[in-house]
């Protein structure tokens, strides 16, 4: 019967585009879900920030066109969207197996930011979990090597909505806001942090030091985009 569902969907959507050509969701200008000129803009060099010592891997500044992206992964589960956020992640974890040959990812487990509670209800989950399988199936693919991820992190308080938050209140909002789900303290695998962007630092921060709480080695942070210091993104 899913056969049959997908089937019907995967009709209707090619249908539909034939009607309502897909515009490039990077630069809306090309009628392709992201046209070649973007995506060689998209998989740019990545560059390395520090959050109190963890080193942040970037492949992307962020503007308007990349906002557009992920807040279509984020809202809508655009599969476009997140495959690229995906290939994203991909280069900003290899960069830290390039700089350190005795690194292997294949080794390491990758924890995403946990969504707020609120978000989860909102969308129906987390829109990280999508794109870190597509993260997955893109290495098996590539290189025939197959990463690891798990949700060890939990939401230990309310965290407010960031996007209205200064500087300051962002965090104050994120400090000490995580803490680890108590049936995950086994894992003794090195840990690289997941987020879609980084802003200030706080959310990593928070999530480096609830990790290190347990004595468990935090390797650094993968992050699809970085914005200039203390932009606020929405």
């Given at each position: 019967m899913k056969f049959v569902d997908d089937r019907k969907e995967g009709i209707f959507s090619a249908l539909t585009s034939l009607v309502f050509p897909k515009i490039c969701i990077?630069?809306?200008?090309?009628?392709?879900?992201?046209?070649?000129?973007?995506q060689?803009?998209?998989?740019?060099p990545v560059q390395r920030r520090y959050v109190k010592g963890l080193a942040v891997n970037s492949?992307?500044?962020?503007?308007?066109a990349i906002s557009r992206v992920v807040i279509q992964a984020k809202e809508n589960r655009n599969r476009v969207a997140q495959y690229w956020m995906a290939s994203a992640l991909s280069s900003a974890l290899e960069k830290f197996e390039s700089d350190n040959r005795a690194l292997s990812i294949s080794r390491c487990l990758l924890v995403?930011?946990?969504?707020?509670?609120?978000?989860?209800?909102?969308?129906g989950g987390s829109f990280l979990h999508?794109?870190?399988?597509?993260l997955v199936e893109l290495q098996v693919e590539k290189n025939g090597v197959r990463w690891r991820w798990k949700?060890?992190?939990?939401?230990?308080?309310?965290?407010r909505d960031q996007s209205e938050l200064?500087?300051?209140?962002?965090?104050?909002?994120?400090?000490?806001?995580?803490?680890?789900?108590?049936?995950?303290?086994?894992?003794?695998?090195?840990?690289?942090?997941?987020d879609d962007v980084l802003t200030t630092g706080a959310t990593l921060d928070s999530a480096f030091r609830a990790l290190r709480e347990r004595n468990l080695t935090v390797l650094g942070a993968a992050t699809v985009c970085a914005s200039a210091h203390r932009l606020l993104i929405r």
């Amino acid at each position: 019967m899913k056969f049959v569902d997908d089937r019907k969907e995967g009709i209707f959507s090619a249908l539909t585009s034939l009607v309502f050509p897909k515009i490039c969701i990077y630069c809306q200008s090309e009628f392709a879900p992201l046209c070649l000129a973007c995506q060689q803009l998209w998989l740019a060099p990545v560059q390395r920030r520090y959050v109190k010592g963890l080193a942040v891997n970037s492949t992307l500044a962020y503007n308007a066109a990349i906002s557009r992206v992920v807040i279509q992964a984020k809202e809508n589960r655009n599969r476009v969207a997140q495959y690229w956020m995906a290939s994203a992640l991909s280069s900003a974890l290899e960069k830290f197996e390039s700089d350190n040959r005795a690194l292997s990812i294949s080794r390491c487990l990758l924890v995403p930011i946990p969504s707020s509670r609120s978000a989860i209800r909102k969308r129906g989950g987390s829109f990280l979990h999508p794109i870190l399988d597509k993260l997955v199936e893109l290495q098996v693919e590539k290189n025939g090597v197959r990463w690891r991820w798990k949700e060890l992190l939990i939401h230990r308080k309310i965290v407010r909505d960031q996007s209205e938050l200064s500087y300051t209140q962002r965090q104050s909002n994120l400090a000490e806001a995580f803490m680890l789900r108590s049936d995950d303290l086994i894992e003794a695998r090195p840990i690289l942090l997941i987020d879609d962007v980084l802003t200030t630092g706080a959310t990593l921060d928070s999530a480096f030091r609830a990790l290190r709480e347990r004595n468990l080695t935090v390797l650094g942070a993968a992050t699809v985009c970085a914005s200039a210091h203390r932009l606020l993104i929405r």
